[in-house]
């Protein structure tokens, strides 16, 4: 039996990591949680156990602390490429690394107090390798919408397996999980995140929806219309049913007013928006 | 052997409900997650499966629905009261009710638009009996707040396993679990929701800390001062640890400023806070 | 304004500590989750942060590995009467404590190699106080049980709100949380737990059910029935409702074979069932 | 502004379903959620909301129970391709189906009575598109494994940011994701699964591990000499930290007797291991 190792990586997952910046008495908190994955010149320590080309998980968890304390975290694609591009370099065996993050919210409530915000999530994926190239995809999750009216279903296939009955108008809510890659660098991955994040609660609220699927896209291409600096869009939109309850049988009229909001099972909506002309994705969505 | 039914209740937990209510093209959303429990003349279900006296769990949640349908809900004390006040009398065999809610807030985007805000839920219990008596406990939770200096921690006991050195400047962050008790009937649950929330969160942040049990009790203090219509506040403060990170073998100093927040183990402070006059809390707590 | 402190407790929760003991090549393991809680002469700190009679959360954590590594584990019940035990004496100021553990099974798979057990998780509240008073309740959570038939519900009380047709034949599920007093002391806590936990699956299995409420105190009867030693059972019974799906529109019959496993709202029956002559609880279920 | 729709793909996500299979009084459980995606023409329903070429989540997630009532589920990799075969033919607008299905086992405690086990869960993943190509991904997750001796890790690459000491003795344990590719079609998914299975935990149990990376090359090595059916594994294992407490502070040893389960962070391994001649894996790992 011939049988080989394939891809492989190897890393520490959510390095938690709070970052505390003082300016005088008034402080600044960042809050991320950190995961990193290496790959490279992995055949032996699979192979055989020999780890000499391991940099172990560890050493990648302390470097994350000692990173934070050397430069501060910055914007959080920042903060990954300069991790990425170390750990890329860091031993002759290591050719690539992924770094992903999630950075949670805090609202200022005082000087050097904070309250979480318990919205969404931002995330970013970034990878380097030793020769130099690199991407970047930034993100978010969590992001829940609701509109209440504004959402139609109705003209779809219909086979023997269906029963649902046309919608003139519906609930249409979502827990947004987007993902964008940049086509170079970009100069600054703040102001370009409050650009895409309030491109896509604009789409959602803004269109009126025939089907999930046209949301999407709205969302997709609203943010490549207004966002130069980035040439791809995936969504991933869950359907978060909200049932009208029938109420006829106590006398009551229900005008979409009263629901049952569904945990399972519910539609899930996937799809990417991209320029014509975007350049090759390589390794950015891994 | 002698044996006995012992309390008991019984009732449908966590019913979701979203009420729309449309003010023409403006709508404005609740979102609820409801759980009733009656008690009663319970013994022959209990013993010969006789269900006669049982109001079924399924009818308790059509009347969750019909009620909204028919009142709206308003303030989630108002519209617990409403159903607890329609079970006590339902049934002949139904005693008392016990209404739990749940309220997930949602900030506005758009005339009938609307994103989660995920930061604390408000709670409520309301008990009330077909004699008539009542009571009104109302909450929160998971509002996570930070101090990033501020708090001290010294001068314990000390004994044979004792490592923990004394902390002249640490981070303290908690995730508030409150829940306060309304001496009678309250004017404005929703404008008392508010006063409360504010002391909680200020006299979190306001309060120089030598240790946490010092931060609970004056939050509890400060909203006895603010809010006559509470009578007693009872808390749970995890002490979410967030601890330095030694990056001295990185020759770098950590003057308070890279932390690890780690998840477990925890510390938690659980304490009450009332007024020496305080009415016997009876069945509220329940 | 007079105000005052009122119950409280503080101290360590979620210490995850797993202990191996080697006999020869043949090692055995224990997997705990230690939550410890102590109350006593607590005004001062709450009052004005003096920590002269806090003995740390730091410390309890310390000392409950300590007190693994010198005595081991053994039965969960007995690891935390010996905790409970030195803590209610270990300084002036603490006057009780409270220790509550949860332990997951594992499986052996070879003389030093085990694999978890994902069922339910066995658990204990211990409570010592510096007088010598001490109570113990066992217990478990998360033991899922379904009834495939051998069930019905009907001749309830019905009213406006009622649209549940009866059944004559439905599928019973549930998971089962319950805990369990001891009367004195236990010998075996060890064999004690599996007697109930055989009492709690076969009463459960072996009763045809009319309610959730008669299954389970069946459940609690057979335990009493069969378990001198036990003198209280309390229960909590979430009915996990399995909906037959309607196949008609699809040209098939549904015999109660095809099931929407349902995960919100569900049922909750929650009772106790105790012995005429048993003694007063004190603070066992606190 | 040129811009195009991507990579999409729709669906009903995690259909609850059991299946009661009656023989007689001896009943049979099978206890699946079900995930099904479509692909095809969906170019108009993006662009314009027409939704003709649309099969509404709604049927499907109907077809599902429909399937379960007409045929019964038998393995779960039969059941998907069922699914995906009807799904990929069911419109002209569809041209590929994606079923992922997951099982929870239950035990049996009586003729119509069970007990859910709690520990891994069965996965499939299946592809079939209208011309005829299909895919098997077979898995599990969840499988929780612990080695308490027989693990080292030493040898490994250092640099500036290494503190870590080498262990000649340490704990391993991991929560096994596991998925393989089936070269064709399997006569009998159900003793291929029971093979991979003890494949994969013998394996895990009988390496003497260097590292990770080894053992998990072990594991997928093991299950490709014994399992002809099978061309491709992948394997995530995150290495779940057991940190030996110092203990000497309280004048105690601890000889990798007492340990610290930690969260977070944790290693996270993932690798393939292949034949060399495997086939191309087309869209299976999709």
Redesign the interface.
């Given at each position: 039996?011939?049988?080989?190792?394939?891809?492989?990586?190897?890393?520490?997952?959510?390095?938690?990591?709070?970052?505390?910046?003082?300016d005088g008495p008034v402080?600044h908190?960042k809050?991320v949680n950190v995961?990193t994955?290496l790959s490279g010149d992995?055949e032996a320590?699979?192979?055989?156990?020999?780890?000499?080309?391991?940099?172990?998980?560890?050493?990648q968890?302390?470097?994350v602390?000692?990173f934070?304390?050397?430069h501060g975290i910055g914007q959080i694609e920042e903060f990954a490429l300069l991790l990425a591009g170390h750990f890329a370099g860091?031993?002759p065996?290591i050719h690539h690394a992924r770094v992903e993050i999630e950075e949670y919210a805090?609202r200022r409530?005082?000087p050097?107090?904070?309250?979480?915000?318990?919205?969404?999530v931002r995330t970013c994926v970034v990878h380097r390798d030793r020769d130099g190239r690199a991407s970047v995809v930034s993100g978010l999750k969590?992001?829940?919408?609701?509109?209440?009216?504004?959402s139609e279903?109705?003209?779809?296939?219909?086979?023997?397996?269906?029963?649902?009955p046309p919608a003139a108008d519906r609930?249409l809510a979502t827990a947004v999980e987007a993902r964008w890659r940049h086509t170079g660098g970009t100069s600054s991955y703040g102001s370009s995140y409050e650009r895409v994040r309030r491109c896509l609660?604009e789409a959602?609220?803004?269109t009126y929806?025939?089907?999930?699927?046209?949301t999407?896209?709205a969302m997709?291409?609203r943010v490549?219309?207004t966002c130069e600096e980035i040439c791809?869009v995936?969504l991933a939109l869950?359907?978060k049913h909200?049932i009208a309850?029938d109420?006829s049988?106590?006398g009551?009229?229900?005008?979409?007013?009263?629901?049952?909001?569904?945990?399972?099972?519910?539609?899930?909506?996937?799809?990417?928006?991209?320029?014509?002309?975007a350049p090759d994705a390589g390794f950015a969505w891994e």
């Open positions: 039996m011939a049988v080989k190792l394939g891809p492989n990586r190897y890393g520490k997952a959510q390095t938690r990591l709070v970052h505390v910046v003082k402080h908190i809050d995961s994955s992995m320590v699979h192979l055989t156990g020999d780890n000499a080309a391991v940099l172990p998980t560890d050493t968890k302390n470097t602390y000692a934070a304390g050397k860091a031993q065996s805090w409530e005082g050097h107090s904070f309250a979480r915000e318990g919205g969404e969590d992001l829940v919408l609701l509109n209440s009216t504004g279903f109705h003209g779809y296939a219909v086979d023997e397996y269906t029963t649902l609930v609660v959602f609220t803004g929806s025939r089907s999930l699927q046209q999407l896209y997709g291409e490549l219309a791809e995936r869950p359907n909200h309850v109420l049988p106590f009551l009229a229900n005008d979409n007013e009263v629901f049952f909001a569904a945990d399972r099972p519910y539609g899930l909506i996937e799809g990417s928006v991209l320029r014509e002309d």
